[in-house]
């Protein structure tokens, strides 16, 4: 029988009553780019569930459990993703979240299907993570053709006279997002002057540059991550390019203001709603704060991860595959994100993308 909302609000309020029993933990994983070039993005997954988890076990646990957090580092390796997948399955976790990057989460999620594991990537916003039909994958972040649709119409609706590039690193992700830009872009009838790829890693992208110069390109949109972003931006500055770089949600660490410092201002990005600034996120964020750490980017869109899990796990009464996620495709979750749902293919209902601007080293809400 499929559970109601009043039913996962009643069971949130009996998962915080009580003290966590002696008796097995429950395995859970979190999994992300813990090393390498995305390794910003890894601590904020890991921060996110190390602090989700220590809450739940300081409330009570999961059903009498206490959880315990195993993390996987994948480093944005599919191949590396699909080792800590069949790892966590080793150690009998029954949820992760997870993980990071699309290439990471899409094959992983084979594994998770066949070990019949609840997979809640907090990060992934490649269409095809949910698409798939898998019956046990979900997201709490957004995707990217609601992302894409929303950075092409913006560019057409703003930058409709300027000459724009649209490039991207050939991951699931940067491609991805690239094409759905382009795609609502072209809708609106904008044609975007150049549409490259590049190579991720790389450290000099002097002749990409150039040929942006040759364009006269005034506005470049990246489907890609903030490092590579940030050396784009930074060398277009040093050939007296005067470019306004749009992008997307991986641009949401301080990071990518270390990489270009007073080059970055100005940048715009395309991300959810930021939750810190939810009421009830302040305790935690708060918290965070204290103990010497930003919850930027995704740390709270994986602490919500969590949650949506646990609250899940004690209205269904059982952590069995199955039954969780009947509870969690039919009821409502107070998180630090708001109230979240999801639907059949397991995307969240929630709010949105929005356009952030990067200035003085930190991003806000873009004011038109």
């Known amino acids: ?57 300081a409330a009570g646990g999961v059903l009498g459990h206490p959880l315990q957090l195993e ?66 994958v979900f997201r709490t972040c957004g995707r990217d053709d609601h992302q894409g649709y929303v950075a092409g119409s913006f560019m057409a609706e703003h930058f409709g006279e300027k000459n724009i590039a649209i490039i991207h690193d050939k991951t699931a992700y940067g491609k991805g997002l690239a094409d759905e830009t382009k795609g609502a872009l072209n809708e609106k009838g904008k044609s975007e002057a150049l549409y490259e790829a590049y190579t991720a890693g790389e450290k000099d992208y002097s002749a990409l540059v150039s040929k942006l110069k040759q364009n006269a390109i005034e506005i470049l949109y990246v489907g890609g991550y903030h490092t590579e972003a940030g050396l784009i931006v930074r060398q277009m500055r040093e050939q007296g390019m005067e470019t306004r770089l749009v992008s997307g949600d991986a641009l949401v660490t301080d990071e990518y203001w270390s990489i270009t410092g007073d080059a970055g201002e100005g940048t715009l990005m395309t991300f959810s709603p930021d939750p810190r600034k939810n009421a009830v996120a302040v305790d935690v964020v708060e918290r965070f704060r204290a103990g010497g750490y930003e919850p930027e980017g995704y740390t709270l869109y994986t602490y919500g991860a969590i949650q949506a899990w646990a609250m899940a796990a004690q209205a269904a009464g059982t952590t069995d595959t199955a039954k969780v996620v009947d509870v969690l495709k039919s009821g409502q979750f107070d998180t630090v994100l708001g109230n979240i749902g999801f639907d059949e293919k397991g995307d969240v209902t929630a709010p949105g993308y929005v356009f952030y601007e990067w200035k003085d080293g930190g991003y806000d809400y873009f004011a038109e």
């Not at 915080?16 to 601590?43: C, H, K, L, N, R």
């Open 71 to 136: 993390i996987g580092d994948d480093a944005c390796d599919p191949k590396q993703a699909v080792a800590v997948a069949n790892q966590f399955a080793g150690k009998g976790a029954v949820f992760v979240a997870g993980h990071f990057c699309s290439g990471s989460s899409i094959p992983a999620s084979d594994v998770y299907e066949e070990e019949n594991i609840v997979q809640i990537s907090p990060a992934s916003t490649n269409p095809k993570l949910t698409d798939a039909g898998k019956f046990n």
């Open 1 to 57: 029988m499929r559970k109601t909302g009043s039913i996962i609000i009643a069971a949130f309020a009996a998962l915080f009553t009580g003290a966590s029993s002696a008796q097995d933990a429950i395995v859970i994983g979190a999994a992300g780019p813990m090393t390498g070039q995305y390794a910003a993005f890894g601590e904020q997954l890991k921060r996110g569930a190390e602090m989700a988890v220590a809450d739940i076990n």
